[in-house]
Nanobody
Framework: QVQLVESGGGLVQAGGSLRLSCAASGLALSSATMGWFRQVPGKEREFVAAIRASGADADYADSVKGRFTISRDNAKNTVYLQMNSLRPEDTGAYLC????????????????WGQGTQVTVSS
């Protein structure tokens, strides 16, 4: 059974940084494309970043490009999201997702999801 567990969220002031982690079990992370999505109540799940199994390619939403970096440590079965220069509009629950398909910005392309970690950015 695939399990994804996020951690690292919290309350931070605008301009600050956080690093989120997603620990995977029940799958070989080296075979999976991994994504991060943001969920805000009343809104659709929003793509943030994704990284190919090899780690060679990454994709970012325009709103986070240049500020966020997705990375992976396949030996530790963990994916990270380094978030710098945080803004109040980055606030939301950040969910980790896994697929054995290609990098995608579409939530339903990812069959496996974590429960999320809350990030709150104050102005």
């Amino acid at each position: 059974q695939v399990q994804l567990v996020e951690s690292g969220g919290g309350l931070v002031q605008a301009g600050g940084s956080l690093r989120l982690s997603c620990a995977a079990s029940g799958l070989a992370l080296s075979s999976a494309t991994m994504g991060w999505f943001r969920q805000v109540p009343g809104k659709e799940r929003e793509f943030v970043a994704a990284i190919r199994a090899s780690g060679a390619d990454a994709d970012y939403a325009d709103s986070v490009k240049g500020r966020f970096t997705i990375s992976r440590d396949n030996a530790k079965n963990t994916v990270y999201l380094q978030m710098n220069s945080l803004r109040p509009e980055d606030t939301g629950a950040y969910l980790c997702a896994a697929t054995f398909g290609s990098v995608s910005r579409v939530a339903f392309a990812y069959p496996h999801w974590g429960q999320g970690t809350q990030v709150t950015v104050s102005s």
